[in-house]
């Protein structure tokens, strides 16, 4: 697994090497201007990439940056330093360092996926916990297309392919930090040790038992394996 505080000053450069990542945050910054954001919540904010271009399309909102990474943390507070509508927070998606119903838009990517299937519906709850009535949560993260059991060859095939299909893609446009990094996460997310894929229906049931509906999923191209799902919180 990596150590995001190890990593956060190399983060950048190997993100944006793979134009699948720009492509992502792309598509979430799109899906947010479907609605109004007064006060958005970016979990997992990492060096602060998603937070910055968030800023560009709603220059007058509240963002919040929430990671458990102190390096990480300390990469986006020096980013927003003269910010004075952005605050960064330590915290994780298991505890939302907020107030009840206090913000209109979550969004995370990448990250969740590090939250295991266990804890996963706590991870929805604490979001619903946090967001306002009627608020919209957009999410980007891998996800499988098979799901089973820990040891189940199906599902460990086609996560295989999956994440392998990726590491070609990063070799291909000459992001060597990326392949590497997601050829190595392969044992991890088989063995569910810190690195978790579940399928979007899977994800989208433990979403509905926390409240949330409207669910809507792109997939980032080339790849099938980078989904974003949009949804919103019950009124």
């Known amino acids: ?9 190399s983060f950048d450069e190997a993100f944006f090497a793979d134009p699948m990542y720009s492509l992502i ?21 990492g060096t602060g990439n998603l937070i910055a271009m968030l800023l560009e399309e709603f220059p007058a909102a509240e963002m919040i940056g929430v990671d458990p990474s102190a390096g990480m943390r300390g990469m986006s507070e020096e980013r927003f330093r003269s910010y004075p509508n952005v605050e960064i927070m330590g915290g994780d998606a298991l505890d939302i360092p907020l107030e009840d119903g206090s913000v209109d838009l979550i969004v995370t990517s990448l990250a969740l996926h590090h939250v295991s299937p266990g804890l996963k519906p706590s991870c929805a709850r604490e979001m619903a916990r946090v967001l306002k009535p009627g608020g919209r949560f957009i999410h980007a993260d891998p ?15 086609d996560i295989i392919e999956r994440m392998v299909a990726k ?69």
């Open 167 to 235: 590491a070609l893609y990063s070799l291909e446009h000459g992001a060597w930090k990326m392949m590497l990094g997601e050829l190595k996460a392969i044992p991890y997310v088989l063995h569910g040790d810190g690195e978790y894929m579940i399928t979007v229906e899977e994800w989208e049931d433990i979403l509905a038992e926390a409240g949330f509906s409207d669910f809507e999923v792109t997939t980032i191209p080339p790849v099938d394996l980078i989904k974003i799902v949009c949804c919103r919180l019950a009124k």
């Open 1 to 9: 697994m990596a150590d995001w505080d190890e990593i956060a000053e």
């Open 143 to 157: 996800f499988c297309g098979v799901a089973g059991a820990a040891d189940d060859a199906e599902r460990w095939r």
């Open 25 to 45: 945050l792309a598509a979430m910054v799109k899906k947010a201007r479907d609605g109004k954001v007064e006060r958005a919540l970016d979990l997992g904010c």
